[in-house]
Nanobody
């Protein structure tokens, strides 16, 4: 099982980035049973949860990103995306995707997002 995240980069405040995470090793049917989550870790800080999307899909967001970030998933393609708009310097972090189920979870490698002028 592998999660491959991509889409990070540098953007000015107010800009947008779209992160994607591809899930391999399982079928799309099994992928659909996982809750997909995004976490981030800023320099010198602990990793924090950012967003979740179930197969419903039901979406949840951390308060500081509500209204700015939007998550989506494609179970057939086994991908999950995080559209990030109106980015702020405090959004700068390494972003990680996570596939969670009651019987286990998987982490992708991080992708760096830098928001600065």
């Amino acid at each position: 099982v592998q999660l491959q995240a991509c889409g990070g980069g540098w953007v000015q405040p107010g800009g947008s980035l779209r992160l994607s995470c591809a899930f391999s090793g399982f079928s799309g049917r099994l992928f659909s049973t996982y809750t997909m989550r995004w976490y981030r870790q800023a320099p010198g800080k602990e990793r924090e949860w950012v967003a979740s999307i179930t197969s419903g899909p039901r979406r949840n967001y951390e308060d500081s990103v509500k209204g700015r970030f939007n998550s989506s998933r494609d179970n057939a393609k086994k991908t999950v995306t995080l559209q990030m708009n109106s980015l702020k310097p405090e959004d700068t972090a390494v972003y990680y995707c996570n596939a969670y189920s009651p019987w286990g979870q998987y982490w992708g490698q991080g992708t760096l997002v830098t928001v600065s002028s």
